[in-house]
C-alpha cells in the first residue's frame, strides 16, 4: 500500500513538473513562419522587391513590434500571434501585410482594422501623392483560416495567389 501511495506520489509529480516546464499546457502556433511567406509573397511582384522595408513578427512579444504593428492596425495585440509588414520605403504606396491572429474568431476584426488603414492611406495618398492614390483605391483585404491580409501592389492578384499556395503547401 505504502508502496502504491509514493507510486501515485512520483506519477502526479512528474505531471506537475511536465505540465510546469511547457508553459502551462500552451498551444504551440499553427502560424507559418512569417519571414518565409513574406519572402514568397514579396517575390510574387517584381515591383515589390525595389523599395520595400520588410518588418516581421514571430514571437509578437516584444514592445517594439506592438509599435510596429499600431501603424497599421488598431487590433488588440493580444489578439495577435505573429504579423508581417512590408511596405515602401520610396514614397509610393505599396504595402503588404498579414495579420495571423490567436483565435480565428478574431480575423474579421483584424480584417476591419486593415479596411481602416487603407482609408488612413488614401486620404494621406489623396492630398500628399495623387498619383498614388488609384493604387490605394484598389487595395485587396481578404481572410483566409486565422490570417487577414491586406495587398497594395502593381499585382495584387500574384501576391495573393503566392499567399495562398504557401499556406497550402504546409510550410
Known amino acids: 500500500m505504502k508502496k502504491a501511495l509514493l507510486s501515485l506520489l512520483a506519477v502526479c509529480l512528474l505531471a506537475v513538473s511536465l505540465t510546469a516546464c511547457s508553459g502551462g499546457g500552451a498551444e504551440p502556433s499553427t502560424t507559418v513562419n512569417m519571414e518565409q511567406l513574406q519572402k514568397a509573397m514579396l517575390s510574387a511582384d517584381p515591383t515589390l ?4 522595408t520588410s518588418i516581421t513578427s514571430n514571437t509578437g ?3 517594439e513590434a506592438k509599435k510596429n504593428f499600431s501603424y497599421f492596425s488598431t ?3 493580444e489578439k495577435v ?3 508581417l509588414l512590408s511596405y515602401s520605403s520610396s514614397g509610393t504606396a505599396d504595402e503588404v501585410a498579414v495579420i495571423a491572429v490567436k483565435d480565428a474568431a478574431d480575423v474579421s476584426e483584424a480584417a476591419s482594422t486593415l479596411r481602416a488603414h ?3 492611406r488614401l486620404k494621406l495618398f489623396q492630398q500628399y501623392g495623387p498619383d498614388q492614390a488609384s493604387r490605394v483605391e484598389k487595395a485587396e483585404i481578404f481572410t483566409k483560416d ?5 495587398l497594395i501592389c502593381e499585382d495584387p492578384g500574384a501576391v495573393k495567389t503566392a499567399f495562398e499556395t504557401f499556406l497550402s503547401s504546409g510550410n
Open 49 to 52: 522587391a525595389k523599395d520595400i
Open 61 to 63: 512579444d516584444a514592445s
Open 75 to 77: 487590433l488588440d495585440y
Open 81 to 83: 500571434d505573429r504579423y
Open 118 to 120: 487603407v482609408d488612413d
Open 146 to 150: 486565422q490570417y487577414a491580409v491586406l
